[in-house]
């Protein structure tokens, strides 16, 4: 089932389901938008503090959070698109696509890794990362903080971490080749996202979630 798909075997043994839902994705992002962007993006949950008097952050963690980020996240880049459509003389839009897993890392502690796949038409890099900021990168923020519903001014800047060499250009007016080379570095970057290890699985909590569609 996996023969032909790029993979880190360093990571292996796979969850196969996940990695089929991966492809899945990112072939239905290619079928909507030819020329499509995706951005590995990484996400914290705050520290809950009590100082005394008073519960300085007291995130939002019930059930549905990665589901609420990204219909944030969807809602914030519509408005985007409008905006830009007047400004441009033609029509924008971009439907954000997303894979995410959720895993367990050092004492304890869960934390998200996610994809978003994007129209490259309208979005070709992460823009600006300051606060309130129209840029992708601050969109992102944005709608993580507001998932959590946590205030924007608290300090919460470690809370979306962009890894090293974020960005994949999926373009299918490029050669096969150069298109294929591409397509085959990302999925050996997110198999990564796939492996067993670190996996918690649990009735109550899922630790995965992506498109449908």
């Keep these: 089932m996996l023969n032909n798909i790029c993979l880190d075997m360093t990571h292996s043994p796979f969850n196969t389901h996940y990695i089929v839902r991966m492809i899945s994705v990112i072939d239905n992002a290619l079928a909507q938008y030819p020329r499509t962007t995706a951005i590995r993006i990484d996400l914290h949950l705050p520290e809950y503090r009590d100082i005394g008097d008073s519960i300085l952050c007291m995130p939002n963690l019930d059930p549905g959070l ?7 996240l969807n809602e914030k880049v519509e408005v985007y698109c409008k905006r830009k459509s ?6 924008c839009s971009c439907k954000v696509r997303y894979i995410w897993v959720r895993e367990i890392g050092n004492e304890n502690k869960p934390h998200y890794h996610a994809v978003i796949f994007v129209n490259n038409d309208v979005f070709n890099s ?10 992708l990168a601050s969109l992102i923020h944005q709608a993580w903080l507001s998932a959590l519903r946590i205030d924007q001014g608290l300090n919460t800047s470690g809370l979306v971490q962009i890894p090293k ?49």
């Excluded at 007047?86 to 029509?91: L, P, S």
């Excluded at 992460?126 to 840029?135: M, V």
């Excluded at 007016?173 to 067993?196: C, H, I, P, V, W």
Aim: net charge positive; proline share 1%.
């Design 66 to 72: 990665m589901s609420r980020m990204m219909e944030s």
């Design 86 to 91: 007047k400004q441009w003389g033609r029509t």
């Design 126 to 135: 992460l823009g600006s990362y300051k606060e309130n900021s129209t840029g």
């Design 165 to 213: 060499n974020p960005i994949y250009y999926l373009d299918k007016g490029n050669s096969n080749r150069m298109f294929q080379d591409t397509y085959n570095k990302l999925t050996f970057r997110l198999s990564y996202m796939a492996k067993e290890s670190t996996k918690s699985y649990s009735a109550n909590m899922r630790s995965f979630g992506c498109s449908q569609k």
